[in-house]
């Protein structure tokens, strides 16, 4: 027998929306089906070591903390100097984390 020959099947259940996400992730990383994204997500996840996830999520969580707390007192100055949110300049992100500032349609 092949050893490559695939004989084992798993099935999970999926919401709508988890199973669009899914779809969307695997054309756009490349994938010939969602069964292959799958596998090949799978495939790179047993590349990394249990501490080496440990500390990924570990990182990912003071990241989002931190973020929590910048936006806190982001929020705390503009209140605090009587500006309303909607007359501070909007940014959005860039796929490489750098800001696009956009104007405010008051302003435009």
Do not use: W, Y
């Not at 099947?9 to 490349?30: C, P, Y």
């Not at 070591?49 to 999520?57: A, K, N, P, R, V």
Request: aromatic share 2%; proline share 3%; charged share 30%.
């Amino acid at each position: 027998m092949d050893p490559e020959r695939r004989t084992k099947v798993i099935s999970l259940r999926l919401s709508d929306h988890e199973f669009e996400q899914l779809k969307t992730a695997s054309g756009a990383n490349g994938a010939r089906s969602v069964s292959d994204f799958a596998r090949s997500a799978i495939s790179n996840l047993k590349d990394l070591s249990h501490e080496e996830l440990e500390t990924g999520i570990k990182q990912l969580c003071s990241d989002v903390k931190q973020l929590g707390l910048d936006i806190r007192q982001l929020t705390d100055l503009v209140e605090n100097h009587g500006l309303s949110l909607s007359s501070v300049p909007s940014a959005t992100p860039n796929t490489d984390g750098t800001l696009i500032h956009q104007r405010n349609r008051e302003e435009q």
